[in-house]
């Protein structure tokens, strides 16, 4: 009975590994970002002195052009659209302090490519680049309740810190832009820089509930907020069109993501999970300014996953396929309607689905047994 219970209480973790916290679908997601205590809630149900490391891939081309929920085909049929192919490794490593207080550590790259025709004098599609280390995360978190007391849930709350460690100038050849038609080195879009620029700080929250032997229900969330207004990096928007010299420079801009869901145990090394997703980039910060350019947007998914957990491995993957899109009116769309008297609303691109897949492991610290004693879940 202890193990099957114990059996049964990794597979409620492992199966939440990677749908909590990430980051949205596409060019609203100005970069790949999760909260500072990375994906996965396993790696925050820790004993005493116990060290958890994994890495998170995720995987997702943005192609689809929305102005506010209504999707615009003709850019696809026109060969008109954006592309955005994205490629990020979050790396974790996150500390038990006591059974319930844990710390972390994420370390993200990423490897990014976008591929346009108005960006390059509106002639020729050529892509751009952006590759490297994007903004590091530390965090920490605390259970609501003591593992005795919680066995067949809890609540926890967190907090974290952004820090600006990612190229937020990464620059790389544009086409027919120069006079003449000459070419130019200029800083890449937004939606694929691997840094903001700014120092921001996190919230978030995560809990689980068994509900029967082999079903649970989990959730959580986060918010990023990031003070600074605008990082001083130009985007070449005005040389579009004059209207938009409200976009010329980039905005800082805040981020948040929600999810819950429920879990299923197969058997003993495998669980499927099936949960409902939403996040993005809110139209104006909760602190600073909100001023610059940026792509506000929202994305709701529908997100299956299945995991296998064997000893203190777990390995997962998920892949959220998008249900509603939206890319709402931004501060400096409405500035320019109310300046020209004329409707103005941005687009963006969007995903269909990403794909996530995550390992880690976990090293246990000297109070296996004691630990292990007090973590099986009760539920027959």
């Known amino acids: 009975m202890k193990l099957r219970n114990t059996i049964f209480y990794f597979l409620i973790l492992s199966a939440m590994l990677s749908p909590i916290l990430m980051s949205s679908q596409g060019c609203v997601a100005i970069r790949h970002f999760s909260c500072s205590m990375g994906n996965e809630l396993e790696s925050n149900l820790l004993a005493e002195g116990d060290f958890q490391i994994g890495m998170n891939y995720r995987y997702f081309k943005s192609f689809r052009h929305f102005k506010g929920t209504e999707e615009e085909p003709d850019r696809v049929s026109n060969n008109t ?115 903001d620029g700014g120092f921001g700080f996190t919230a978030d929250f995560q809990f689980y509930r068994a509900l029967t032997t082999n079903l649970f229900v989990y959730g959580g969330g986060f918010y990023l907020f990031n003070p600074k207004g605008t990082n001083g990096i130009r985007t070449s928007r005005e040389t579009l069109s004059p209207i938009l010299e409200n976009e010329a420079i980039m905005s800082v801009p805040d981020q948040f993501s929600l999810n819950t869901g429920f879990g299923y145990s197969i058997s003993e090394t495998f669980s499927a999970s099936l949960g409902a997703r939403y996040e993005g980039v809110p139209v104006e910060d909760v602190f600073g300014s909100s001023a610059g350019f940026r792509r506000p947007g929202n994305v709701l998914s529908v997100d299956p996953g299945i995991s296998f957990t064997q000893n203190d491995f777990s390995l997962n993957l998920h892949v959220p396929v998008a249900v509603r899109r939206e890319r709402p009116q931004s501060v400096t769309d409405l500035e320019t309607q109310i300046g020209t008297g004329q409707p103005r609303n941005g687009d963006a691109a969007f995903a269909d689905y990403l794909i996530n897949i995550g390992i880690s492991y976990r090293i246990r610290g000297k109070e296996v047994d004691k630990l292990e004693s007090k973590s099986d879940f009760q539920i027959d």
């Open 81 to 195: 659209e954006v592309i955005n192919y994205s490629h990020s490794w979050d790396f974790s490593l996150n500390y038990g302090i006591t059974n319930r207080l844990y710390a972390g550590l994420t370390i993200p790259m990423v490897l990014n490519e976008r591929s346009s025709l108005y960006e390059h004098g509106r002639e020729e599609r050529n892509s751009t680049f952006s590759r490297g280390l994007a903004d590091i995360r530390l965090g920490i978190g605390y259970w609501l309740f003591e593992p005795e007391t919680g066995q067949k849930g809890n609540l926890a709350l967190g907090m974290g810190v952004k820090l600006p460690t990612g190229n937020y100038n990464a620059t790389d050849i544009f086409y027919n832009v120069g006079p003449d038609g000459s070419s130019q080195v200029r800083p890449v879009d937004q939606s694929i820089q691997p840094g």
